[in-house]
């Protein structure tokens, strides 16, 4: 059952999660099946383009972006679905090897007149490599079942 | 080797590519390794959820999008890499069985004078469902290499 509800996505708050281990394995899987563009599937292309080796494709960042929040928090939450993300900014390539965590910073939190049993949080989600640099960046919006649907908002 | 460069990316120009037809197996197994909520790995959860049924990932959709792309022309073109998008609506939810396409419209075509052997081409992308509906729509900026790039700027 969700034990995390609209109102403990407290504006301002951030959290880092999780720990993934991204593989060249992997890294090719993903784009065969869904951008095989040749930096995504060939180290040599990988080498010979902007990003410097073998990369993962930008979605498979963000595929893991959600994996992580999946386990950080989201599976134990009273999520209802999302909308849409407003950006998503791919900054540093991620290569084989690399460590990935997730920080997660709540930007708004806000209820709807129309929807009293649920609220709209706004998320940032960054997706860091293990020095701490941002691989990728985006800014997401999900919807919560409230805790209490019955109370009146202060 | 490469046929598309930047300069065939004219402003307004809109193209439907591909056929995808999803599958319940695929969208829980996409979900089970990227994003288990409840409404993409279970056919219950989905029709109590928001969704109406079994859906994919926005992430899922995201990437049969690309996926569309790459068949489409972007595995034929000299794309270098994507600094990312600006916006993504998950507006529909997809099911298992629909058929899904891509429609892609130019937004915008601009070279840079530091960078000029390159040029960046904006890209809204909307995947179709059978019947016609935009299912998710997105706006992504790729560069492409120019095809002449030693030529001056009109």
Redesign the interface.
Known sequence: MADIFFEDFIEGDVKTYGSYTVSAEEIVAFAR?????P?HVDEAAGKA???GGLAA???HA???T??LM?EGF??RAA????????????RKPIHPGDVLSLRRTVVESRTSKSKPDMGLVTLKLELLKQMGEVATEQVIVI?FARRNPGARLA
């Open positions: 099946e869904f951008d095989a563009q930096m383009s902007l990003l494709s930008g979605w963000c595929c893991i959600q994996r999946c989201l599976l999520g209802l679905g999302s909308p849409g993300v407003s950006e998503v900014k791919w919807l």
